[in-house]
């Protein structure tokens, strides 16, 4: 499909305190191109969570438009937006969020369950997406079998199985080890490659230098919009890096 994977104009998100109202959002107009890689940063309050929270149909706008994919979403209905988060987005947390007494292949599983797959369908694709991430030989463990790394892996395996228009990353190396988290990132710059849309709030300058173009908010503002000339290869610093730093 030709055309922007992200358009909003004007987008503005306000939150009643009591008597007094909180603007988390003031007025925000971007585009976001099919296949870019973009880094969201700013301190806590800047607004790049509600951003995110927008993006991923998580809430809607006080005011502005918000185009995904070419369908206009700000003021469709909850179930209009489920369906979008499902179908169109793939989320990646910081804290994995996988289900505990759940395998590595029955958590992939869980967004083809919620879309109405049929069983066989859903095993073949979770099987490939968990494959693609290099965790082929792990689908029966359950995730405190895994790593942390490995966890991660299991959660974008999650986040691709619907085959979505745009992955949402929020700090998804803020809780592991340097070596695991360039692991994670050359992840996601091969998938970045292969044309996926991907979207990445970190607090971290030296995670945003994986990305090709950095958002950094600041009191509700974008304040800058910078394109980055060369980004890091993960795959090269990982070579370069020591393998004794390698988590378990």
């Known amino acids: 499909m030709a055309g922007p994977i992200i358009v909003a104009e004007g987008l503005a998100k306000d939150y009643r305190l009591g008597s007094h109202t909180v603007h988390a959002l003031r007025g925000l107009t971007v585009t976001i191109e099919r296949g870019e890689f973009i880094a969201v940063m700013g301190p806590s309050g800047s607004g790049k969570s509600t951003f995110m929270n927008l993006l991923g149909c998580l809430d809607t706008p006080t005011a502005g438009r918000y185009v995904l994919g070419g369908e206009d979403v700000a003021g469709l209905s909850p179930d209009a937006l489920a369906r979008i988060r499902n179908t169109k987005i793939g989320f990646v947390f ?23 797959v049929p069983a066989r369908d859903r095993r073949a694709r979770a099987r490939a997406r968990l494959a693609a991430v290099g965790l082929a030989d ?8 895994l790593s942390g790394g490995q966890q991660q892996r299991v959660a974008i395996a999650r986040a691709l199985v619907n085959e979505p ?8 190396t803020g809780n592991l080890d340097t070596r695991t988290s360039v692991e994670v990132l050359a992840l996601m710059q ?21 990305a090709s173009r950095v958002l950094s908010f600041r009191d509700g503002r974008l304040r800058s919009d910078e ?4 980004p890091l290869d993960a795959e090269r610093v990982l070579a370069s890096l020591p393998v004794e730093e390698e988590a378990a």
């Open 94 to 116: 910081q804290q994995f969020n996988l289900l505990p007494r759940t395998s590595a292949l029955e958590n992939v599983e869980l967004p083809l369950q919620y879309a109405g």
């Open 138 to 145: 792990r689908e029966s463990h359950h995730p405190s079998q």
């Open 165 to 172: 228009a745009v992955i949402l990353a929020d700090e998804p």
């Open 190 to 210: 091969r998938l970045n490659r292969e044309g996926l849309t991907i979207v990445l709030v970190t607090h971290e300058q030296d995670i945003a230098a994986y």
């Open 227 to 230: 394109r980055v000339a060369s």
